[in-house]
């Protein structure tokens, strides 16, 4: 593995020859960004599509909790974020197939149930505080080479599983009868795209940040909606935008000492206003 | 007697304590034109998503090949009364045909069988000219015509259609009077609709289903659609309307454009 990173670190040298991508902790940024971005992309286009932007808020903020109970239990914080955002995530696709409520009033229920939990751990453990603000704000800058292998292994998996089913997650969020008469699972698709939200959501808030991850799922798709006539534009304009506001943001951070979960997100929220203004001058 | 293609036996769905489905048995004939009529909230949408899966029901729904229960579903088109979706979605008319019979990303283009065959099914329906159009901008008739579009693409055995006229103009009408029209000719689809147009019922429906929460009378159209009957389902109106038609199958099945009568 250190043979492989070493040969990504050299070819980064000889690809990005700029004084901000001169340090070690530069070039992993940059990788876990150019990863973590269009996983976000991809995950994000089915989050607008399905109208899940409070559950993937939900999740990201459980994260809390999951990491307070890592702390209290000295199990390493990251596994018990990400295990606890999928409990989180199948807890309340579970509650919906049960109840009558509608979803945001569930996911309400769960957003504050999670973060009370997280909130009386801390408070009683004065110790813990430090440590969280790592994860409300996310430091991409002290990513270490294990964690840009987990996000590897998961940009694979994840992008195979999205191209696979691409189509028929598209359908399922346009209408659900309409899907199932095209004997397409969709309940099955729907836990699954929950629990890999939930990965991606938690995997990415080292790097953004619990505050603002779903920003990262959802500003660059809606930027892509602005622009997009079809639905292979919306693939592609997501992405693009995702990469464009990662990498800018972190080359902004670099150079202004702004936190890089907030100047990518920034970045992508210019884009957003920026293909607004385009949408609204074509009309 | 013809063959059967579904068999439904003591269907019944409850939501939330209420029944909106009571012991319905009922069989829908392979190759015919199947009305499902009843009065509001009598539970007829239901039923379809029963057939179709979406709802869970208790009892049993069968699907017969040559008189045998089959494991395996048939291909099924479906045409829902209203379909509720995101409206800014950035998805034209062809994305949203081969949406459902490709597996190849969207994002990678279009595998040119199935945009032949989508494009072949908006041609039949004679919607070819909406293929680039958003279907978030389409109008409420153009939305229904690319929806019977998508539902013949699959190439289905049968066919569920629930109020397909809806929100149709007239252009529209005399369009779809045609495809059922001949949808009846060629005998190889089985068809079940829901409607509240009587003119599609009496015209087209070779086997009605009365439906209230639970079967009030099924058979053949001719034996079914009394004056009683069609009175109890459709009111009082509905009689003056049919007031001495024929209601034979395929009777008033001329697809005439209405203003051809002045």
Partial sequence: MESLFATIYSLLDTALPFSWAASLFMKRAFLEIMLISPLCAIVGIQVVNYRMAFFSDAISHSAFTGIALGLLFGINPLLTMVIFGILVAMGIAKF?????????????????????????????????????????????????????????VLFIVIFIFIALSYNRLLLSGINEPLACSQDIPVRIYNYIFAIILAVVVTVGIRTIGMLLITALLVVPPASARNVSRNARQMFWYSLIFAWVSGIAGLVISFYTDIATGASIILVASLCFLLTFIINLARR | ?????????????????????????????????TALIGPNGAGKTTLILAILGVI????????????????????????????????????????????????????????????NRALEALREIGVEHLRGRQIGRLSGGELQRVMLALAISRDPEILLLDEPAAGVDVSGEVLFCEFMTRVQREGHLTMLIVSHDLSIVTGHAEHVICLNRTVQCQGGAPE???????????????????????????????????????
């Fill in chain 2, 56 to 115: 869970p029901h208790e009892g049993e729904i069968f699907f017969l090949r040559d008189g045998r229960r089959e494991i395996t579903r048939p291909r099924i088109g479906y045409v829902p009364q209203r379909l509720d979706f995101d409206r800014g979605l950035p998805l034209t008319v062809l994305d949203f045909l081969t949406l459902s019979s490709q597996r190849r990303p969207l994002w990678l283009g279009y595998q040119q069988a199935k945009k």
């Fill in chain 2, 1 to 33: 007697m013809a063959e059967t293609a579904i068999e439904l036996v003591n269907v019944s769905v409850t939501v939330n304590q209420a029944p909106l489905l009571k012991n319905v048995s009922a069989s829908i004939p392979k190759g015919r034109i």
């Fill in chain 1, 96 to 152: 919906k197939a049960r109840s009558d409520l509608p979803m945001d009033t569930i996911i309400g229920v769960f957003f504050a149930t999670t973060i009370a939990l997280g909130i009386a751990i801390i408070s009683a453990r004065k110790g813990l505080t430090q440590v969280l603000s790592t994860f409300l704000f996310g430091d991409v800058l002290t990513i270490t080479e294990a964690e840009i292998t987990v996000t590897i």
């Fill in chain 2, 224 to 262: 079914v659609l009394t004056p009683e009957n069609i009175m109890a389902v459709y009111g009082p109106h509905a009689g003056l309307y049919r007031h001495g038609q024929d209601t034979r199958p395929g009777a008033s099945a001329t697809c005439v454009h209405p203003l051809h009568y002045k």
